[in-house]
């Protein structure tokens, strides 16, 4: 006897999902709109916006914590400098990037700022010999003077 394996109703999306971009594509460039997988499409294209956001998040996260690094870790100052301005400046122009391919983020930053500043301030700490308070509680600088090519602590 024979057993039937059970049948699933997995998708293109959930089997192949490579496979499923290039025929969604196909479908789009053709107008076959009744045929699109629009559950699977709209959730694509909403995770495009989370990816810039948790992107942005984290470059400024990381350019935070190499301004502390600079304003406050004496120690390591002198030997680390010309690499931590150069994070800095890195930091920067990916951002701006970002803002310039989507300056409706730019409010959405705006709302995340003081949040990224503790938790930079938070790190900076962990992966230092500085204890938390050696940081200040409030954030530097604005936002506008942390994005600014010219401002350093």
């Known amino acids: 006897m024979v057993t039937e394996l059970p049948k699933t ?19 789009m460039q053709c107008r076959d709109v009744e045929s699109l997988d629009w559950e699977n499409l709209i959730d694509e294209v909403l995770s495009l916006s989370k990816s810039d956001k948790r992107k942005l998040e984290s470059l400024l996260m990381r350019l935070i ?21 150069g994070e800095i400046i890195n930091f920067r122009k990916q951002i701006k990037r970002l803002l310039r391919d989507s300056p409706s ?49």
């Open 9 to 27: 109703n997995k998708s293109l999306y959930e089997t192949d999902y490579n496979l499923w971009i290039l025929e969604t594509v196909k479908k």
């Open 65 to 85: 914590e190499h301004l502390l690094k600079l304003g406050y870790w004496e120690t390591k100052k002198e030997r680390n400098r010309n690499h931590w301005k």
């Open 105 to 153: 983020l730019k409010p959405y930053l705006s709302s995340v700022f003081k949040e990224c500043y503790q938790d930079a301030r938070d790190v900076v700490s962990q992966t230092s010999d500085l204890p938390i308070s050696t940081f200040p509680e409030q954030p530097i600088a604005t936002l506008e003077q942390l994005l600014d090519e010219d401002w350093l602590p």
